[in-house]
Structure formats: C-alpha cells, structure tokens
C-alpha cells in the first residue's frame, strides 16, 4: 500500500478554517480510498472538497504538501496538526530547518490503515434488509434460514419501548420461534 505525507483539511467548517494536519496517509490501489488517522476517506467531487469520511460523510480537502509549506489557504487561519514522525520529511519537503511555531501543532495521529473498518463499513452499506413478509408467514411454514432470521430480529428489538398489548403479542412469538428451533435441532 502506497503512503505519503499529506495536508487534510476539515471543509465543513466556514471560510478556510477548518481543522487541519499535515501526516502520513496510505492509498488504495486505485486512489479511490485514502486511510488517514484512523479514518477512510472516498474520493468526491466539489470545489472546496475532494474526499469524504466514509462514516460521518464530512468532507475534506486532501492533498500532496506544499513545498513552500504554505499548505492552508491564504485566508485560513489555525494552527495544523502535525504528526510528530513524520517532521523530519516533512521538513526536507519544504527545505526547512524547524517548523513555525505559530503555524503548527504537534501531536501523534494513528498511522496505520483502517482497512477492516472500510470493509465493515462497505459491508453494512449492501446489508440485505430484513424480509418483512417472514413475520406473516406460519412458523411450520418457515425454513431453518429463515426461523433463524426472524429469531434474530426479534432478539434485535427492543420489548420495553411497546405498548403493553403489542409487547405481549411479540414476544409470545418470539417464544414460539424459540421453541421451534429447538424442536427442529433436536430432530
């Protein structure tokens, strides 16, 4: 996976004063994909953003540092974070000696790739929804798939939160489904 030392900018902030870090971020094969601090952030299209978060769906400018260390816009304003092993590059990069107190924070991000958090994440998004129709059908009628499917839907709600005669009706099927999955295992 192909890394580099990157500026990402917080866009949704107003005017140029987003939250800012200059750190090391891995790439994806097609670039489509940026892991940086913990965070996957998509590729986009906008005029003042050009990448996502994946999870909140905030949007950010991501790019490659500026040699002349100018990396936040003329009109922002803010200290950028900085990674702490990473100054050394960075400092070749724009051929300085220290960094500039007044621009810049130290601090230590999360530099390794949130790959099983992408894949988590893309996963839920093509999840198949729960079959409503399942809650109609007669239990006998149900498939050991499907029983354990309905089982887990009922397990996942939240009787406390029902009316009084809903709840009732509720969970007694879901005792029902219980009690025919453990008659089908023992068979």
């Known amino acids: 996976m192909k890394s580099e030392i990157v500026y990402v900018e917080n866009k949704t902030e107003t005017n140029h004063d987003g939250k800012a870090w200059i750190g090391k971020c891995f790439f994806s094969k097609t670039k489509q994909t940026i892991y940086f601090n913990g965070n996957i952030y998509k590729k986009g299209k906008g005029i003042s953003s050009n990448y996502f978060d994946l999870e909140t769906g905030i949007n950010y400018w ?27 590059e960075y400092l070749s990069i724009i051929g300085e000696k220290e960094l500039q107190k ?73 005792e029902e489904l219980k009690s025919e999955q453990e008659k089908r295992e023992l068979i």
Do not use: Q, W
Not at 122 to 127: A, C, G, I, T
């Open 102 to 174: 007044n621009k810049f924070k130290i601090t230590e991000l999360d530099n390794i790739p949130a790959k099983e958090k992408a894949t988590e994440i893309l996963n839920e998004k093509y999840e198949e929804p729960f079959n409503d129709s399942l809650k109609f059908k007669a239990i006998n009628n149900l498939t050991d798939n499907e029983l354990a499917e309905l089982i887990e839907y009922y397990r996942g709600m939240d009787f406390s939160e029902m009316y009084k005669k809903n709840r009732k009706s509720y969970i007694s099927h879901f």
């Open 62 to 88: 991501i790019s490659g540092v500026k040699k002349n260390g100018n990396d936040r816009h003329k009109s922002g304003k803010g200290a950028i974070e900085i990674d702490a092993s990473i100054i050394e």
